[in-house]
């Protein structure tokens, strides 16, 4: 009897873990359905949907309203693009060393010059004199023959040296600042040798069309985000610059910012590419990624972002061509509580997974 007891209570002990395990695996199931429920109904609406692969946010016509988000048409714009290139601030040593050279020996010719008309008068006279019942020897004529021989042949020689420095200079600067640094007193050049101005050696592209007299370009420090400075075309140069191939050309700057062996960045206007866009006003371009990007409007209630081209500044805004035409709307106030939606359903979106 005692045995068949222990056994129903065995069996009884059984059942009731049984079942209480039972309802512990039920009720785990109804718990996290009712959390994952509650959850679902306090989460808010997302504005943000993804459509061809670019993010719009939706907000409703009020909600617009309320955050202060306006929207405003693009004009139509042309705009002269510009060509940008480099250019190297150039040392003139070389070039005044040669000058110097030149001039001197240049010099040398005119004062042997001078000496040949006194050592002409001179073989003259004691040419005459010998002939005269040879009131002087002939050995004197013959050295004052030989004197006047050796100033021609001086000259001659400093001459050719002149002449031989001016070909060099023509040589490695080209035909205008040879010019300038073979004759006396040129102003131009005398700015670059008291520093007031600096020579650029500036590399346009080879399809670039070349400069004309009387034009200019702006420069400035590459890297520094300097004010540019206004340079102004001189000729062609003979020399290239050995980092970057094309077509170069001389500059001449105010040296006020500039310094020899800097590297400079330059930018020329291209007169036969005129490109048709719109203005993007500077409060409709927000930040983000060291990129510009405004928000297009679509439709009453979406909002797209779009990237610009920053490069081209015009007025109190950019220009900006192809994405954008004229008549978009764009956001001119609340672009960047558009962004930080965006990014806060992104956030969201990250969380949950």
Known sequence: MNRKLAAVITLQTLIIIFLFWMLVIYGKDEYETYAHRGDAEIESKSHVATVNGAAVVTLSVVSQQQSGIVSSPLSASSHQTTLSTYGTVLGIDPLIEL??????ARADANVIRASISNSQQEYQ??????????NVSGRAVAAAEAALKSDEAR???????????????????GETLAAWATGAGNESLQGLMQYREVLILVTLPFDAASPSKGSSLLVEPTGTGGKPV?????APAPQTDPTIQGKTFYYRASAENLRVGMRVSVHLAAHDKAAQGVIVPSSAVIWYADKAWVYKKQGEESFIRSQINA?????DG???AGSLKAGDEVV??????LLSEEFKDQIKNENGD
């Not at 420095?165 to 490695?172: A, G, K």
């Open 99 to 104: 000058r110097t050279r030149y001039l001197a």
């Open 311 to 315: 490069d081209n500044e015009a007025g």
């Open 125 to 134: 006279r004691l040419l005459q004199l010998n002939r005269d019942n040879r």
């Open 230 to 234: 206004n340079a102004s075309y001189i």
């Open 332 to 337: 001119t106030s609340g672009a960047q509580l």
């Open 155 to 173: 000259v001659v020689a400093a001459e050719t040296t002149a002449n031989s420095l001016r070909d060099s200079i023509r040589q490695q600067w």
């Open 318 to 320: 950019w220009f900006a």
